[in-house]
């Protein structure tokens, strides 16, 4: 009898670490796979990426509606509860064996709770991490209580979820998900890149700026500093990238809008440009500015340095091509300059990586189809 695994994705960026165990779980004949599409991918606002997922040859089976058109904190926890009853009805029509989610967003925490209560076992991706500045650092951990199944990214991630009572047996150090883009996809060059976004690149930074959710008001004056940095690098053009339906993330895609309308033969912008494009645009870049946890898995493993700037991806391991900053004007600018220098780019050759080689999706497949399913939902605490 075929295993039913539900994969519930809410974002862009999510969806493209999940795509390639989607197409594992998909292409396996043992396996019956379900996709919930939710959240931002329903959006037009958001780029409507669920058509992506389409394009992809992936049947949806279902498309829950959840996000409300303001980024509010009310607004945010009602699209939470919203998204509990979405879910509720969803997963208990489909019924799956297990659900796989990633992640920390509050689209996925209303998923986790929803199906904690309907005893639908949970394989949760990327616990044991922090972000620091983030709702999302409670909201991962959460998310993990609720889960009977954990792969994280590291080693140290996989003590730290042990840590919070797990038991050894059910957490599994597997990798990130996001390096198996690169070395799968065949990237595009720079012509090729330049032709599919229609804009003629030379010389480029990528940047995505999302909020830090946990602090108040600082989303428009974090955004202005950056742009006020990057206005004293006129040599180079930036391709931006918007955030997420984060609290205040329409503040920082209006002043973006704005920006680039003021720099249109310098820069551009995209709600979401899609894995391939997103990957190739690394490639090719001279750096990844802002506070994208990309900048922190994917970026270091095609050998690009990552301006990581502000306390949103605090507590996370970083490798040695990352250049933690803070929004202050001379600091931040320092720290671009180094970025894109001789010497520092040199010595990215040699790196060490933190995240794995980009094998996580077989480890997962075969971890899902073997895993004993019979009282799994009776969870026992691990004390250290």
Not at 58 to 63: G, M, P, R, T
Request: charged residues 25%.
């Amino acid at each position: 009898m075929k295993r039913k695994i539900c994969v519930v994705t809410g974002t862009r960026a999510e969806y493209g670490l999940l795509y390639w165990l989607i197409k594992r779980l998909y292409e396996d004949t043992n396996v019956d796979l379900q996709i919930i599409a939710t959240g931002m991918h329903l959006s037009p606002e958001f780029g409507l990426t669920v058509k992506q997922i389409e394009q992809d040859g992936f049947k949806i089976d279902e498309k829950l509606e959840m996000l409300l058109s303001s980024d509010t904190p009310t607004a945010i926890a009602k699209s939470i509860g919203l998204g509990v009853i979405t879910f509720s009805d969803a997963l208990s029509r489909l019924n799956p064996d297990i659900m796989v989610v990633l992640g920390d967003r509050f689209e996925i925490f209303s998923a986790a709770q929803a199906a904690m209560i309907l005893r639908i076992p949970i394989a949760h991706i990327h616990g044991g991490e922090l972000t620091e500045g983030l709702i999302d650092e409670s909201i991962r951990h959460s998310i993990t209580k609720m889960s009977q199944i954990h792969f994280t990214a590291t080693n140290e991630y996989r003590e730290r979820v042990i840590q919070m009572g797990e038991q050894p047996n059910t957490v599994y150090n597997v990798g990130t998900l996001g390096l198996e883009g690169i070395k799968n996809i065949k990237l595009l060059s720079k012509e090729k890149l330049s032709e599919s976004i229609n804009f003629k690149l030379n010389k480029y930074f990528l940047v995505t700026l999302h909020p830090t959710t946990l602090e108040s008001g600082t989303a428009e004056w974090q955004i202005k500093s950056l742009l006020k940095v990057l206005d004293t690098f006129p040599k180079h053009q930036v391709i931006f990238t918007k955030t997420n339906a984060d609290t205040d993330g329409r503040i920082i895609n209006q002043c973006i809008e704005e920006y680039v309308l003021e720099n249109s033969t310098r820069c551009c912008v995209f709600d979401s440009l899609g894995q391939l494009r997103y990957l190739s645009a690394i490639q090719h870049c001279e750096a990844v500015i802002g506070n994208s946890s990309s900048g922190l898995l994917e970026v270091p493993f095609l050998r690009k340095p990552t301006v990581n700037i502000g306390i949103r991806q605090g507590g996370r391991l970083k490798a040695k091509s990352v250049i933690d900053s803070s929004f202050k004007f001379t600091e931040l600018k320092d720290s671009i300059n180094k970025a894109i220098s001789t010497n520092f780019n040199e010595r990215l050759k040699h790196i060490p990586m933190v995240y794995g080689e980009g094998n996580t999706s077989k480890s997962i497949l075969r971890i899902l189809k073997k895993v004993e399913l019979e009282g799994i939902t009776i969870k026992k605490f691990y004390d250290l």
